[in-house]
């Protein structure tokens, strides 16, 4: 129908949002110390008793296959496992702190995240840290469901399309793979990107998109290859707008 569904509103910054492993939870982590709510996704009632212990400021979670057990990351510097079904704390471990852009990947048998322009992997069994590389103003791509972690960053001379492999859920590759290098965009900083399949949908700190593939080019990394907008900034700042007919 295009209409909403619910709202819910938080007093607190939202740090992270998710949906469960089977879409029945909608979850929130935020700044305060209640930290983690969990959100009926149906009916956008808010479950109290999920966890029972507040876990502080989140910035990740996922839930198993099944959904009977939730991983979370605190940029504290722990990752914290929990029963669905009793909310009563299963292990913590110690976990390298203060990270952002902090997702899973390999059906989260890692976590990566960034701290001050270095990218940090690490076992989602254990929190130690399994590989570090030094990146600048990097853009992480993947999600839990990637099998390898690819990030997109920026060198000297433009950006560069990186990839890390999983060794069978184990360990990573101790260095980058360059896939792909890209001309800098006049005037731009690429801010944020997804990756669904082969494709990546970059964005811009003025709100520019752009869409790249993750499957080498003829020319590999040898020639920069120019990044093309969806759309064209054609248009100065719009104060206002009025329909006609079926147009804007």
Do not use: C
Not at 57 to 69: H, L
Not at 85 to 111: C, H, N, R, W
Not at 137 to 149: F, G, K, R, Y
Not at 220 to 241: F, H
Request: charged share 15%; hydrophobic share 35%.
């Amino acid at each position: 129908t295009l209409s909403r569904k619910y709202a819910v509103r938080f007093t607190d910054a939202v740090t992270s949002l998710s949906f469960s492993a089977g879409g029945t939870y909608l979850m929130a982590g935020t700044a305060s110390v209640e930290g983690a709510y969990f959100i009926r996704a149906d009916d956008g009632t808010i479950l109290r008793d999920k966890i029972h212990d507040p876990t502080g400021v989140i910035s990740y979670m996922f839930t198993s296959s099944t959904e009977k057990t939730v991983y979370m990351y605190s940029p504290a510097g722990s990752i914290a496992y929990y029963s669905m079904q009793t909310g009563k704390l299963k292990t913590k471990f110690s976990a390298e702190p203060g990270l952002v852009q902090v997702t899973g990947f390999a059906e989260d048998m890692f976590i990566a995240g960034i701290r001050d322009n270095t990218l940090y992997i690490m076992s989602a069994l254990s929190g130690k840290t399994l590989a570090s590389y030094n990146v600048s103003n990097a853009v992480i791509l993947s999600s839990h469901a990637d099998e390898h972690l690819w990030y997109f960053d920026t060198s000297s001379t433009g950006y560069v399309l990186n990839k890390i492999e999983n060794f069978g859920g184990k360990t990573v590759s101790l260095k980058p793979s360059a896939v792909m290098s890209y001309k800098k965009i006049a005037g731009e900083a690429v801010y944020s990107g997804s990756m669904q399949g082969e494709n990546i949908l970059l964005g811009t700190q003025k709100g520019a998109l752009y869409r790249i593939s993750n499957t080498p080019s003829d020319s590999g990394t040898d020639s920069a290859m120019s990044l093309v907008p969806l759309t064209e900034n054609i248009y100065d700042r719009i104060l206002d707008q009025a329909s006609s007919v079926t147009d804007f």
